[in-house]
């Protein structure tokens, strides 16, 4: 096996040194940045995307990300430029670890994607600015492959672009990987095919190269000081497409889109192994078909503009001979404007909201929070009729239907790995979800035996979430295609916002609609923080599922939050500005605050009348009627009800006689509240009896004490 020194590695990967050189005036060389027009055009978008933190985020968003401002400031290097503010740039580069940094809105998912730390120290290092005493001890702590639990992903395989990043950061950092060889020597070679190629699972499987994937794995082993398979040339080379972009593979049967980002990959990796495109000019044309009107690059032709698609189409063109010289960008506008009619009103649809028991608690919540459409995930047979039925007999205006999750089941593609959480089917209102009888299999049959019958039936397929880059792109890109999935998820309890921790994402933003997943895990009440925190928007004339279809269809969609994880702000993803403006000019349409607080600050218990026939009711009486109490409690996740609760029940009268509830606490095997409750049990009654019920609430301002006044 043929050994390559260190020096050459760093020669051929490029890496970025800290005293790395600047052109900050005059004209650049022609392997840099291209004509001063380009260069021009292409900073002016860049700075559309500055924020005043210092870094730059997406155009839709108020406040910066870390991936944007790292494609941003990789832009302004392949140009051969400065960002305009460097110093306010790197110290928010310091601070802006989505998951561990002091602004994280969101956890991890699984995987710890350690892409963002590479991302941080190689924004430094583009700065001009030291990245080891803030990086190293981090870095030098992964010492060995990460660990991914099957309950994922089937074979237990990591994400295999993130488990190289150590040996790329220790190369950025200048820290020596021979150490690594035995930890990681063994990974790497497991996952290369015969061809020269890499992918997430092992070779031994016989499953071929992904583009991506084979980029990361040859640096991986350069690093090791392992050199490529020249085979692997001609496997990139075939990668190209007819239009001159390149795939994920030579001949994709399923998702096999040219983008951008393969691209990229291809003409690195081609670098790295000595090569160039068997159709260099057809590639350069491809790359100049995605330069928008707005002087950013979209990651394929008739996209959005991205900073991250501006970097590698940046970075492709400095590296085969500078920038576009003979043309301007595309005239036309990065994205079609949506036209959203004056007669649309603004609808909530919640989806895999809590589908068991209470349904009185669930119809008095969707009119307290304004839910129109219903989503109840994996129901018990019954519950959402007699949900329906509540509705209809109280007047208020919800629609159920079921948005259940599929657990165990699992999806795969040859070398990427077969994973659960991507099977969410949502069915129309009064129709089963169908099942998918096989359980595990091909994505292809997975859209042709579950996703097609599901559409056929007016029901949609939900994206959840997965770790593997390579793995998703594949799939929703297939969608575009095919058809597939109708939206993706976003806000969510525990991973807050799903966008945040796989910012890649955010390419799919104006091509598939997303929508928030309340994957809720107990019943309505207990469940109410979360339907208060985020939800889903749609713009339609009525809020039934027709105009739900339409404005899917139109992507008139968005996906709302405001709570703490947002500090209170109001946070939109998905849907063009037009259709974020239209749902704000219409916000007392949806909004559940007011500047006092929450509905649920004005509705801190519930008080509900449970009967013989209330089969769904906890506290349900064999005769005569029982009133169960419930007060707010926080659902915390992992730990179920939180215990004690700020409000107290601390008496009640009967027809202004005393009486004492029932206190009733039920606790899981490992002790875990998952019911708290105050039962009063009367004997039926012709007569109307007045029961009035005193409760005591600890406020930040002092003690609050008010009373409940029921009639029964």
Request: proline share 6%; aromatic share 10%.
């Amino acid at each position: 096996m043929e050994r390559i020194t260190r020096r050459k590695f760093l020669k051929t990967v490029g890496a970025a040194a800290p005293a790395a050189g600047w052109v900050t005036g005059g004209a650049a060389s022609p392997d840099a940045g291209g004509t001063e027009a380009f260069r021009e055009a292409v900073t002016r978008y860049l700075e559309t995307l500055a924020r005043s933190d210092g870094g730059y985020g997406w155009e839709d968003q108020e406040d910066s990300f870390l991936t944007e401002t790292y494609a941003a400031v990789g832009a302004y290097h392949a140009l051969g430029m400065r960002p305009p503010r460097p110093a306010e740039t790197a110290a928010y580069v310091r601070r802006a670890h989505p998951i561990n940094g002091p602004y994280a809105q969101t956890r991890r998912h699984w995987a710890e994607i350690k892409e963002f730390v590479f991302q941080q120290i190689q924004t430094l290092l583009w700065l001009g600015e030291p990245a080891g005493e803030g990086f190293s001890r981090q870095v030098a702590g992964w010492r060995k492959v990460s660990g991914y639990t099957t309950a994922y992903e089937k074979g237990g395989n990591p994400v295999f672009r993130q488990e190289v990043q150590p040996l790329l950061c220790r190369v950025l950092l200048g820290l020596p990987c021979e150490t690594l060889a035995e930890a990681f020597g063994g990974y790497l070679e497991a996952r290369r095919r015969p061809d020269g190629t890499f992918n997430n699972t092992p070779a031994a499987d016989g499953s071929g190269g992904h583009l991506v994937n084979t980029f990361f794995g040859i640096r991986a082993q350069q690093a090791l000081g392992i050199a490529p398979r020249p085979a692997a040339l001609d496997w990139i080379r075939r990668c190209q497409r007819p239009d001159g972009g390149f795939s994920w593979c030579p001949e994709p049967e399923v998702g096999g889109l040219s983008d951008l980002s393969y691209t990229w990959a291809a003409i690195r990796t081609l670098e790295l192994l000595g090569g160039k495109p068997v159709r260099p000019e057809a590639c350069r044309d491809w790359i100049r078909s995605l330069w928008n009107a707005d002087g950013g690059f979209a990651d394929r032709p008739g996209g959005v503009s991205s900073a991250l698609a501006t970097y590698q189409a940046c970075d492709i063109l400095a590296r085969t001979g500078g920038g576009l010289r003979d043309t301007g960008p595309q005239d036309r506008p990065s994205r079609r404007r949506s036209v959203i009619p004056a007669d649309l009103h603004a609808f909530t649809i919640q989806f895999e909201a809590p589908g068991e028991g209470s349904v009185i608690e669930a119809v008095e919540l969707a009119k307290a929070l304004k839910i129109h459409l219903w989503g109840a995930k994996n129901s018990r047979p019954g519950w959402r009729e007699a949900a329906q039925a509540c509705a209809e007999e109280r007047g208020v205006p919800v629609t159920f239907f079921a948005s259940d999750e599929a657990y165990g089941t699992r999806v795969s593609l040859p070398g990427l790995g077969s994973y659960t959480h991507v099977n969410d089917p949502v069915a129309a209102p009064g129709r089963p979800v169908p099942a998918w009888p096989r359980r595990d299999g091909s994505w292809r049959e997975f859209r042709d035996e579950c996703v097609g019958p599901l559409h056929a039936a007016g029901g949609m397929m939900l994206w959840q979430i997965c770790d593997n880059e390579e793995f998703a792109r594949i799939v929703l890109d297939d969608s575009i295609l095919r058809g597939g999935y109708g939206a993706i998820s976003t806000f969510h309890f525990g991973c807050h916002n799903m966008i945040w921790a796989l910012p890649f994402m955010m390419r799919y933003r104006h091509e598939i609609p997303f929508v928030s997943l309340q994957d809720a895990h107990g019943e309505s009440w207990w469940w109410s923080g979360m339907l208060t925190g985020f939800r889903t928007l749609f713009l339609a004339r009525e809020p039934g599922w027709e105009g739900w279809q339409e404005a899917l269809r139109e992507k008139r969609v968005v996906a709302v939050r405001r709570d703490a994880r947002t500090a209170g702000r109001i946070r939109m993803l998905g849907g063009a500005p037009e259709v974020r403006e239209a749902c704000m000019r219409r916000l007392d349409d949806w909004r559940w605050w007011d500047d006092s607080g929450t509905v649920l600050d004005r509705m801190p218990v519930s008080v509900v009348t449970v009967r013989p026939g209330d089969r769904f009711e906890f506290g349900r009486p064999d005769a005569g009627v029982c009133v169960r109490i419930r007060v707010l409690r926080e659902w915390v996740e992992g730990r179920k009800l939180a215990d004690p609760s700020a409000i107290t029940c601390v008496g009640a009268t009967l027809d202004g006689v005393a009486i004492k509830p029932e206190r009733v606490a039920k606790r899981d095997a490992q002790g875990l509240l998952e019911e708290c409750c105050e039962l009063i049990r009367l004997p039926a009654s012709p007569a109307k009896r007045i029961l009035n019920m005193n409760f005591r609430e600890q406020t930040a301002d002092g003690v609050r004490e008010f009373t409940w006044r029921l009639e029964v």
